[in-house]
């Protein structure tokens, strides 16, 4: 339950405009603080982390509505900066092919942007207390506890988005309470009403989401998903710490200078 | 789900669609987007929906990976719906609102080639986002099919059976592992490529002319409509909710015209 899976025109205008306005400052953010390296060498590295992730994030398990995420996985290998520009991607990507929706790309990022920089801190702090050899609980932990952060943060942008007019809608085509449509000839074929201006508006009905019942929905069915979500992270950083080492305890940059020594790529000894 | 096809698609379709400019398309794009985010009504919704399907039917697009893909989100909507809505009506609009806008963005992405998509955004966003946006659409169908052959070997090998569950999870998880450590092969091999080709820090997606301005303003025009449609039942709500059932019906007579003209000329559009 990392990312939010709420369709377009559910939340609230302020709602997603500030979050497009938070991810696009922190995306420039962390551009810039990514750029003090080799920035070109980093574009490729991006993209097939950031396409890893889409990979896993378009496999579903349907009956329990998750797929895996591997935010994690990315935010230990890419860094908290790269990982912010990942996560932008990934939404921006995940919304063209219909997953996600366009307007709540922004806050998507916050949320997943978080999971990448909360992930990587968490496994790092865990491994230097840990050790090493401990880097599957290590991911396990950080995975389960940075899923329970991003959840309970997406509880609260529901609640804020609750409060307000976020599912306004008009009942005149359909009656909620007794489910039957209205008669639409009951004040005659061409009696529309729309340009005489006559007619006084009614107070427009608005429905406010439940947040009791998302949460309780969200943290039921979301301790599943984490614990599935903590093991694939595990299991995948464990066989590439056993493979790879530099990979996970160095970063993916590093591991190029100390292993290959006398490639032709520019900015390398 | 063929997520592969929207590229065939986007690449190889020659739909009128295809043949529009990108940046009259991205325009209609954003007019439905907003026409969905304006409407609280479940059945003018319903009716723009029906009106894309109607175009993806006219012309031909795939109209299965589509409507697998536009089906997509409606399962997490739903899902979204039964914890939060307050009723049934909130909860159909729920689905209603993220098929549609779904529906949109896929008929989008499906016959417009990729970089002609992220084109507009590249020039907007930092260097890094729009270059690495650009290789990550690349490097996904290359791992989306490199993960399809890992799991045939995994299945193989017998790592998925049903008796041993631990055995496949720790196979897939290695498989999803071996994916990882190809995919860093991968950007290492796409640098080296890209450094030969003399890449800068920059990668220019460019988008074509406008092939045929009639059309593009006949797009266009058509996306307003439907913005202004819903911008109207907007603010008339009270008015208008009783002939509510009209934009349906519409949709309805337009999928019937789609239908027919496809039955009556099976090659105008390829």
Same mark, same amino acid.
């Given at each position: 339950?990392?990312?939010?899976?709420?369709?377009?025109?559910? +939340?609230?205008?302020?709602?997603?405009?500030?979050?497009?306005?938070?991810?696009?400052?922190?995306?420039?953010?962390?551009?810039?603080?990514?750029?003090?390296?080799? @920035?070109?060498?980093?574009?490729?590295?991006?993209? !097939?982390?950031?396409?890893?992730?889409?990979?896993?994030?378009?496999?579903?398990?349907?009956?329990? #509505?998750?797929?895996?995420? *591997?935010?994690?996985?990315?935010?230990?290998?890419?860094?908290?900066?790269?990982?912010?520009?990942?996560?932008?991607?990934?939404?921006?990507?995940?919304?063209?092919?219909?997953?996600?929706?366009?307007? !709540?790309?922004?806050?998507?990022? *916050?949320?997943?942007?978080?999971?990448?920089?909360?992930?990587?801190?968490?496994?790092?702090?865990? !491994?230097?207390?840990?050790?090493?050899?401990?880097?599957?609980?290590?991911?396990?932990?950080?995975?389960?506890?940075?899923?329970?952060?991003?959840?309970?943060?997406?509880?609260?942008?529901?609640?804020?988005?609750?409060?307000?007019?976020?599912?306004?809608?008009?009942?005149? #085509?359909?009656?909620?309470?007794?489910?039957?449509?209205?008669?639409?000839?009951?004040?005659?074929?061409?009696?529309?009403?729309?340009?005489?201006?006559?007619?006084?508006?009614?107070?427009?009905?608005?429905?406010?989401?439940?947040?009791?019942?998302?949460?309780?929905?969200?943290?039921? +069915?979301?301790?599943?998903?984490?614990?599935?979500?903590?093991? @694939?992270?595990?299991?995948?950083?464990?066989?590439?710490?056993? @493979?790879?080492?530099?990979?996970?305890?160095?970063?993916?940059?590093?591991?190029?200078?100390?292993?290959?020594?006398?490639?032709?790529?520019?900015?390398?000894? | 789900?063929?997520?592969?096809?929207? =590229?065939?698609?986007?690449?190889?379709?020659?739909?009128?669609?295809?043949?529009?400019?990108?940046?009259?398309?991205?325009?209609?794009?954003?007019?439905?987007?907003?026409?969905?985010?304006?409407?609280?009504?479940?059945?003018?919704?319903?009716?723009?929906?029906?009106? /894309?399907?109607?175009?993806?039917?006219?012309?031909?697009?795939?109209?299965?990976?589509?409507?697998?893909?536009?089906?997509?989100?409606?399962?997490?909507?739903?899902?979204?719906?039964?914890?939060?809505?307050?009723?049934?009506?909130?909860?159909?609009?729920?689905?209603?609102?993220?098929? %549609?806008?779904?529906?949109?963005?896929?008929? /989008?992405?499906?016959?417009?080639?990729?970089?002609?998509?992220?084109?507009?955004?590249?020039?907007?966003?930092?260097?890094?986002?729009? =270059?690495?946006?650009?290789? %990550?659409?690349?490097?996904?169908?290359?791992?989306?099919?490199?993960?399809?052959? /890992?799991? %045939?070997?995994?299945?193989?090998?017998?790592?998925?059976?049903?008796?041993?569950?631990?055995?496949?999870?720790?196979?897939? %998880?290695?498989?999803?592992?071996?994916?990882?450590?190809?995919?860093? =092969?991968?950007?290492?091999?796409?640098?080296?490529?890209?450094?030969?080709?003399?890449?800068?820090?920059?990668?220019?997606?460019?988008?074509?002319?406008?092939?045929?301005?009639?059309? =593009?303003?006949?797009?266009?025009?058509?996306?307003?409509?439907?913005?202004?449609?819903?911008?109207?039942?907007?603010?008339?709500?009270?008015?208008?909710?009783?002939?509510?059932?009209?934009?349906?019906? /519409?949709?309805?007579?337009?999928?019937?015209?789609?239908?027919?003209?496809?039955?009556?000329?099976?090659?105008?559009?390829?």
């Amino acid at each position: 339950m990392s990312h939010i899976h709420i369709p377009d025109g559910v +939340l609230p205008f302020w709602l997603w405009g500030a979050g497009w306005i938070a991810a696009l400052a922190l995306v420039a953010l962390a551009s810039r603080m990514s750029a003090r390296a080799d @920035v070109r060498r980093k574009v490729p590295l991006l993209g !097939v982390v950031a396409a890893l992730m889409l990979v896993s994030m378009s496999s579903e398990i349907v009956p329990l #509505a998750y797929h895996i995420n *591997l935010t994690v996985v990315a935010g230990v290998l890419l860094g908290p900066w790269l990982g912010i520009i990942a996560a932008f991607i990934v939404e921006v990507i995940l919304a063209m092919i219909g997953h996600g929706g366009v307007t !709540v790309i922004g806050l998507n990022t *916050l949320m997943i942007g978080t999971e990448t920089a909360l992930g990587w801190a968490l496994v790092r702090g865990l !491994v230097r207390l840990l050790g090493r050899r401990r880097i599957r609980p290590a991911a396990f932990i950080a995975t389960i506890l940075t899923l329970a952060t991003t959840t309970t943060l997406l509880v609260g942008l529901v609640s804020l988005a609750g409060g307000g007019a976020a599912t306004t809608r008009e009942t005149g #085509a359909l009656d909620p309470s007794t489910l039957r449509f209205e008669n639409p000839f009951s004040r005659g074929v061409f009696s529309v009403n729309a340009l005489r201006g006559e007619e006084k508006a009614p107070p427009r009905p608005e429905a406010y989401l439940s947040v009791r019942r998302f949460a309780a929905v969200v943290y039921t +069915l979301g301790p599943i998903g984490w614990v599935m979500e903590a093991l @694939v992270t595990a299991g995948v950083l464990g066989y590439v710490a056993r @493979v790879r080492p530099t990979l996970v305890f160095a970063g993916a940059l590093a591991e190029e200078r100390h292993t290959e020594p006398g490639h032709h790529m520019e900015g390398r000894p | 789900m063929d997520i592969a096809a929207v =590229d065939r698609s986007a690449t190889l379709g020659g739909s009128p669609l295809h043949r529009a400019s990108p940046v009259a398309k991205l325009i209609a794009f954003a007019c439905l987007l907003a026409a969905v985010v304006v409407n609280a009504n479940v059945l003018v919704v319903a009716g723009i929906a029906m009106m /894309l399907a109607a175009a993806v039917v006219a012309w031909r697009l795939p109209g299965r990976p589509i409507a697998a893909l536009a089906a997509y989100p409606a399962f997490f909507a739903a899902v979204f719906a039964l914890a939060s809505a307050p009723d049934v009506l909130v909860g159909v609009l729920v689905v209603a609102k993220a098929v %549609t806008a779904a529906l949109a963005a896929i008929v /989008l992405v499906f016959t417009t080639p990729y970089p002609q998509v992220f084109a507009p955004l590249q020039r907007v966003v930092p260097g890094v986002v729009g =270059d690495a946006m650009l290789m %990550t659409y690349r490097s996904f169908f290359l791992l989306l099919e490199k993960f399809g052959h /890992l799991l %045939t070997a995994v299945r193989l090998r017998s790592g998925f059976s049903r008796r041993r569950p631990v055995r496949a999870a720790r196979a897939t %998880t290695q498989a999803l592992g071996g994916l990882l450590l190809y995919s860093f =092969d991968l950007a290492e091999r796409d640098y080296d490529v890209m450094r030969l080709r003399g890449y800068e820090g920059r990668l220019r997606a460019r988008l074509p002319r406008s092939a045929s301005r009639p059309r =593009d303003a006949a797009l266009v025009g058509a996306a307003v409509a439907m913005l202004a449609l819903a911008v109207l039942w907007r603010l008339l709500w009270f008015a208008l909710n009783p002939v509510s059932w009209l934009v349906p019906l /519409l949709g309805f007579a337009l999928l019937g015209v789609a239908a027919l003209y496809r039955r009556r000329s099976p090659h105008a559009a390829r």
